[in-house]
């Protein structure tokens, strides 16, 4: 796996770097977005080396920031598939809700803990694998073959859950859902207008051996809610105990 550090701190970058070569990863590292788009994802330049499978990404940058450097990154095709993990010393609302409007699959607050950072670095590429071979898996199969799977269906208005095929659908047309967030979307369904805390939702539809936070469940609400559009609204939050999909 090859890991892309961008930060502006250079002796950040080395510790990164040499921690997480000794966990097996392949790690490049930039001190500042604009070289690290140069150097790694410019044609002339990068058209001999595949792009990464992770970005480690410091928000608060001289120069162009890691924001907008994610932007652009999300708005290319070829690289808008790439997960992105903020390293930063913001910690307002603002700041996280932005991050994951761009797309940001994971924070990490300074000053960092190595342990928490291979933990989530881990995490991540874990979701992102697994949401590769689901993605993948529907696309295989041909119209007969998708209507010969067995029928295990949730139903809501609009949204439509093949338990089988691991496929959603709104009106009709396929969600693009990472695993976790077919797992999410499941379960609230299954469950409706009965409240979970972040807890329950850790152990209910996460994998035991994955390391995680409870604002992770946080950060895949908020893009869920995006994914179901009108239906966004109906996930509710309930301060201080949780969630709820709400009929």
């Known amino acids: 796996m090859k890991i892309l550090v961008v930060d502006d701190e250079q002796d950040l970058c080395e510790i990164l770097q ?3 070569e000794n966990e097996g990863y392949l790690v490049t590292t930039a001190n500042s977005a604009e070289e ?5 994802f410019d044609n002339s330049q990068s058209k001999n ?3 990464p499978d992770l970005i480690l990404l410091d928000v608060m940058m001289d120069g162009m920031s890691g924001f ?3 932007h652009r ?3 290319n095709p070829e690289t808008a598939h790439i997960p992105i993990i903020f390293i930063t010393a ?3 609302e603002d700041d996280t809700v932005k991050g994951l409007n761009i797309g940001a699959d994971d924070y990490i607050a300074k000053p960092l803990s190595m342990k928490e950072v291979k933990a989530r670095v881990k995490a991540v590429l874990r979701r992102a694998t697994l949401h590769s071979e689901t993605s993948q898996m529907p696309q295989s199969l041909t119209g007969e073959e998708r209507t010969s799977l067995p029928s295990n ?12 095929s691991k496929t959603a659908t709104l009106d009709g047309v396929e969600l693009s859902l990472t695993k976790l967030e077919f797992e999410l979307l499941s379960f609230l369904l299954q469950n409706p207008n009965k409240v979970f805390s972040r807890e329950d939702i850790l152990r209910r539809c996460w994998p ?3 390391y995680v936070l409870d604002r992770t469940v946080d950060v895949n609400i908020t893009r869920l809610r995006k994914k179901i559009g009108r239906y966004g609204k109906q996930i509710k939050t309930r301060v201080g105990y949780g969630y709820c999909f709400e009929k």
């Open 18 to 20: 040499y921690n997480l």
């Open 73 to 75: 990154l999300k708005e």
């Open 90 to 92: 913001l910690d307002g």
């Open 208 to 210: 035991d051996d994955v």
């Open 49 to 51: 080396c595949s792009n």
């Open 36 to 40: 690290a788009l140069h150097s790694q």
């Open 68 to 70: 907008e450097m994610a």
């Open 153 to 164: 269906t949730i139903m809501y208005e609009g949204i439509r859950i093949d338990l089988d």
